[in-house]
């Protein structure tokens, strides 16, 4: 099956600097990578994901990256701001094999003041 | 915005009790599942449940566990005889459509301790 690994598992900025997290994925029958982002005690939500026949997507302050040769996908935040403290995840999954996500074990982000 | 719910939000049970946990899927999804987190871990797939029947099962998900939906509304998720490493946050989710491939939404979780 499917085996993703996530880095850093912490990683510490300060307000305004870039994050960045990677991930790779061993299936090549993956063809949608989520990213999800879980503050303290909540549930995970969508920030962003891209579909296979992409190399990158941004929305506003995050973007995320693919290399399909390589199996990896980054997610990039800039200008980073307390609120985005939070343990973020990443996730491979095919899109034909009823939306079995496979999560990477997690970031916790920490955007010093 | 519609949410996915799930009851209760924190359990504590002795090892060998039954438990049961309970999820309102959002209305119009047709795809629900149950992860698993242990405190500090990845988020991990249980099951996936898709017209009335499991869909796909991960090795977790053992003859001690099991789905049902017992109405409309409801998606349960039974554990039969607890032991101490079912200590988890159990989230429930739902997509709209399985090869979509749809945003999973996720509940607030349901935390299970047990002793």
């Known amino acids: 099956g499917e085996n993703v690994e996530q880095h850093p598992s912490t990683l510490s900025v300060q307000e305004g600097d870039s994050a960045v997290i990677k991930c790779t994925y061993s299936?090549?029958?993956?063809?949608?990578f989520p990213w999800y982002k879980q503050e303290l005690g909540k549930r995970p939500q969508l920030i962003i994901d891209?579909?296979?026949?992409?190399g990158e997507k941004k929305d506003q302050r995050i973007a995320v990256t693919l290399n399909k040769t390589a199996k990896h996908f980054s997610l990039h935040i800039t200008e980073t701001q307390p609120e985005d403290s939070a343990v973020y995840f990443c996730?491979?999954?095919?899109?034909?094999?009823?939306?079995?996500?496979?999560f990477g074990s997690g970031t916790k982000l920490n955007v010093k003041p | 915005e519609p949410e996915v719910t799930q009851t209760p939000s924190h359990q504590v049970t002795q090892m060998g009790q039954e438990v049961i946990l309970r999820c309102v899927p959002i209305?119009?999804?047709?795809?629900f599942y149950w992860y698993r987190q242990i405190l500090g871990q990845k988020v991990e797939f249980l099951v996936s449940?898709?017209?009335?029947?499991?869909?796909?099962k991960s090795e977790i998900f053992d003859d001690q566990f099991s789905v049902e939906r017992p109405d409309g509304s409801n998606f349960t998720l039974k554990i039969r005889s607890t032991k101490l490493e079912d200590s988890a946050m159990y989230f429930c989710?739902?997509?709209?459509?399985?090869?979509?491939?749809?945003?999973?939404?996720f509940g607030e979780g349901s935390r299970l301790t047990v002793l």
């Open positions: 989710a739902s997509s709209v459509d399985g090869s979509g491939p749809g945003e999973l939404f």
């Open positions: 299936d090549s029958a993956s063809n949608y």
């Open positions: 891209i579909r296979s026949n992409v």
């Open positions: 996730a491979a999954s095919d899109l034909y094999n009823f939306n079995k996500f496979y």
């Open positions: 209305s119009n999804h047709l795809y």
């Open positions: 449940f898709y017209n009335n029947e499991i869909s796909e």
